[in-house]
Structure formats: C-alpha cells, structure tokens
T-cell receptor, first 113, second 115 residues
Framework: QQQVKQSPQSLIVQKGGISIINCAYE??????FPWYQQFPGKGPALLIA?????SEKKEGRFTISFNKSAKQFSLHIMDSQPGDSATYFC????????????FGKGTSLLVTP | DAGVIQSPRHEVTEMGQEVTLRCKPI?????LFWYRQTMMRGLELLIY????????DSGMPEDRFSAKMPNASFSTLKIQPSEPRDSAVYFC?????????????FGAGSRLTVL
C-alpha cells in the first residue's frame, strides 16, 4: 500500500531555522500532493497541498516545492518555531482505489528553543 | 460544525473480546475513511465509503474486521475477536465530494489496547 516514501524519520531544528521534509512518490498519475500535521493526541490536519501544474506553493511560513521529473515534493518550514513541533505526513492518492490518500510514515519534528 | 466525532477515545479490552468503534462524520461530507495508525506501519487505510457504500476494503487486515455505514451520519468499525496486534489508534476521517475526496478532516482517534 505504501506508495509514498518520506524522509527523514525525525528532525531536530533550532528555533528560527529551516525544516525540510522530503517525499518521493511512484505513480505519475497522482495529481494532488498534501502535507498533514499531527500533534500528540490529535488527528492529522491538512497543512498545505499542491497540484503538479505548479512547482511551488507558499502559505505563510510553509512552502511545498514540487519536482515532477524527480517525482518528489518537499515541505519547507521557514523560521521554525517550537509550536511547529509535531509529526508531518506527506500523502498522495491511492493508485489502486482512485481516491483515498496513502500517507508516508511521518517525520517527527522537534524545534528547540 | 463539531468536526468528526469518534468514540470511545480510549478502549482497553482483553484478547478475544469484541470491539466497536464509532464515527460521526461532518454533515454533508460524502466520503468516510477508516485509518489505523501504529509506530511500525504508520497510517494505513482500512476502508472507505462513498455515500454510505463501501468502495475499497482492501486494507482491512482480516475477516475479524468489519465496517458499516448504515446512514450518512454514522459508521462503525468492529473487530471480533480482538487480538493484541490490533492495538493501535484508529482514525475516522470524512471528506466533501467537491475535493475529490482529497481534503480529509480527521477525528481525534480511538486508542485501542488489547491485552
């Protein structure tokens, strides 16, 4: 079922630094690439998403960069804050079922003060 | 809207017992998903429904697992009999049709521990 591969598994960044999480996908038919954010004890929540007709999307301190030829997309968190400490998941539509999202295994981000 | 509501939030049971997890999706959402989260396997899709009809249940691990959606506002995930390896956090999520089922709103999850 795993059709998206996410790295790194964990990440420690100092406050004010840039956090970068990468995701590789397999199916070139995918047309939607979201990132979800999950805090302890909560369900994942949509953070930002991109479609492959653009190479970058920015929302506040969060940016998705998309590389169609490499079949990769990444999440950049600028000016990382301790409140950004959470687990981040990339996802892509399940090529078998057509609609449901397959999630990466997650990246645990810790932003130190 | 109160969001996706799941119950119970925590369940501790003994091996062999029946477990029923419940979900109330956001009103007006056409898609409902059940995911399971573990450290080892991450977030796994178990099954999803469109307009109360099961569309893909290929992620349901075994016949011990079953899911129903009798109406647009309620779904259950049942495990019978439960086993220790079923211990996980089970999430329900719903999505509106306009998003192509891509924009998911998750509930807070049901943490299941099978002893």
């Amino acid at each position: 079922q795993q059709q998206v591969k996410q790295s790194p598994q964990s990440l420690i960044v100092q406050k004010g630094g840039i956090s970068i999480i990468n995701c590789a996908y397999e199916n070139t038919a995918f047309d939607y690439f979201p990132w979800y954010q999950q805090f302890p004890g909560k369900g994942p929540a949509l953070l930002i998403a991109i479609r492959p007709d653009v190479s970058e999307k920015k929302e506040g301190r969060f940016t998705i960069s998309f590389n169609k030829s490499a079949k990769q997309f990444s999440l950049h968190i600028m000016d990382s804050q301790p409140g950004d400490s959470a687990t981040y998941f990339c996802a892509a539509p399940n090529s078998n079922s057509g609609y449901a999202l397959n999630f990466g295994k997650g990246t645990s981000l810790l932003v130190t003060p | 809207d109160a969001g996706v509501i799941q119950s119970p939030r925590h369940e501790v049971t003994e091996m062999g017992q029946e477990v029923t997890l419940r979900c109330k999706p956001i009103s007006g959402h056409d898609y409902l998903f059940w995911y399971r989260q573990t450290m080892m396997r991450g977030l796994e899709l178990l099954i999803y429904f469109n307009n109360n009809v099961p569309i893909d249940d290929s992620g349901m691990p075994e016949d011990r697992f079953s899911a129903k959606m009798p109406n647009a506002s309620f779904s259950t995930l049942k495990i019978q009999p439960s086993e220790p390896r079923d211990s996980a956090v089970y999430f329900c999520a719903s999505s509106p049709a306009w998003s192509g089922a891509n924009v998911l709103t998750f509930g807070a999850g049901s943490r299941l521990t099978v002893l």
